[in-house]
């Protein structure tokens, strides 16, 4: 018991430390007036989301003050001649209220806890009836006060080649530090389909203000490529001053209202874990902070019935930690013996603050007859961190049934995963965009994938 309390005070002390040498390695991050987070009439925190299929449908959600009750989105087939917006067609939004008084804020950029309120209107529509493979511009509004017309290109019907960019977490001196590594991912893939968000996006899942933060420096990225996003361990914080003591954590205020996100998972999960069909691959999403055991079997039918060539998973917590003093063994256990069973592909995870890349070991029993041992990989599983908060990476992978290929630290990075036919191509780039890591996977008939060019 008594090596039990030592223990457990060494990792909080270590904790504190990190926390300490991160917070002393950077300059105290931009102080905001609350007002500079403060909606308007005007739409802001305009975001696109996939909820539905995305070739014929897409979600887009925006923020007003509460004057502004009723929202409407516009849409047209893009053309060249501006003139295509005579025939957009217009959708009513539905509306929410997002409102809550004296929300604790664990500590503002002096580190001292602090009282808001928020009461702000949100609005989401999703278009549907769309073509596939077309460029739309949409429009969001009250019918006076009005967005940008937007434009965005939906998804083929057929399995055509596409590319996607992975970030893992933001969480830290977003709007300081993480609007040049994002805004660098749009310069080397402009082309790409959507951005997965791999958790933590911000530090306190509650603060209206990193959230402004998160949009202020995606700009219009957000409001052009679709997001699909899972919540961290800092999307769960406690809301008010007596959720504290007994830890009770509740999922961030904002998540429900501000994504429009596929509701195929379990109903008092949603928007947090789902899945999507994109072009020839499934993506599914999990929620590693909440009902881990329940959402296994929903992740077996899911898993069961893919009718995909390649299999893409994303979650916040690491089926195999990349840095020191973390470990993550209830999505192991349970999750890790379905991705071998129905041979996921790649595994996108955060939480980290630093990189690893590697592949889980392939058992014979899991192989097709008839192919070669020798030139097969497991389950390829990536931790990345986007932000600037930075952790010590593991030393190596040694205490698990994985090998580690590659790892990093004090780098912040954005992969871009490209897919066509039998090959998936992996790229990790920094924020200056330098290329730090790269494999391709090439899968062969018999849907065994070999491990090359890293
Ligand atoms: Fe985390």
């Known amino acids: 018991m008594l090596l039990f309390i030592v223990h457990k005070k060494l990792i909080i002390a270590s904790i504190i430390l990190s926390n300490l040498v991160f917070s002393q390695s950077l300059p105290k991050k931009s102080e905001f007036d609350i007002s500079w987070s403060n909606p308007s009439k005007y739409p802001d925190h305009i975001l696109l989301n996939y909820s539905d299929d995305p070739a014929s449908t897409i979600s887009v959600t925006w923020r007003t003050s509460r004057e502004i009750t009723t929202g409407f989105g516009e849409i047209a087939e893009a053309k060249a001649d501006p003139k295509f917006v005579n025939k957009a067609t217009r959708t009513i939004a539905t509306t929410s209220n997002l409102k809550y008084n004296n929300i604790v804020h664990h500590y503002n950029s002096s580190r001292r806890k602090s009282f808001h309120n928020v009461n702000h209107n949100y609005h989401s529509i999703t278009f549907k009836d769309l073509k596939p493979n077309t460029v739309y511009a949409y429009r969001v509004g009250d019918g006076q006060h009005w967005s940008e017309w937007i434009q965005f290109t939906t998804a083929h019907r057929t399995n055509e080649p596409f590319s996607f960019v992975y970030v893992g977490d933001a969480q830290n001196y977003i709007y300081d530090l993480w609007s040049r590594l994002i805004r ?3 310069k080397k893939a402009p082309q790409a389909s959507f951005i997965i968000h791999a958790g933590d996006l911000v530090d306190d899942g509650h603060n209206e203000e990193e959230w402004h933060e998160w949009f202020a420096a995606g700009g ?16 769960y914080r406690p809301l008010y001053q007596k959720d504290i003591a007994p830890r009770k954590k509740s999922l961030s205020i904002q998540w429900n209202h501000q994504f429009t996100l596929p509701n195929n998972g379990l109903s008092d999960l949603q928007e947090t874990h789902y899945f999507l069909d994109y072009q020839g691959v499934r993506f599914i999403a999990l929620n590693s902070n909440e009902k881990v055991n329940e959402q296994t079997e929903w992740l077996e039918t899911v898993l069961k019935n893919n009718p995909h060539k390649w299999t893409v998973v994303f979650l916040h917590h690491p089926i195999y930690s990349a840095s020191t003093r973390r470990d993550n063994p209830e999505p192991r256990n349970l999750w890790k ?15 980290d603050h630093s990189y690893a890349r590697g592949a889980a070991s392939l058992y014979e029993e899991n192989l097709l007859t008839g192919t070669n041992i020798k030139d097969a990989t497991g389950t390829v599983y990536v931790v990345s961190v986007s932000g600037p908060k930075q952790y010590d990476a593991k030393p190596n992978w040694d205490q698990y049934d994985a090998r580690r290929d590659k790892s990093g630290e004090n780098k912040q990075l954005f992969q871009v995963i490209s897919i066509d036919g039998n090959i998936l191509s992996y790229k990790s780039y920094t924020a200056i965009g330098d290329l730090f890591d790269s494999f391709d996977l090439i899968k062969n008939d018999n849907g065994i994938n070999s491990l090359t060019n890293y």
């Open 184 to 186: 660098e991912s749009y």
């Open 220 to 235: 219009w990225i957000h409001r052009s490529l679709p997001s699909l996003a899972v919540p961290g361990n800092h999307e």
């Open 337 to 351: 013996p379905l991705f071998d069973q129905y041979g996921v592909d790649l595994v996108l995870q955060g939480h």
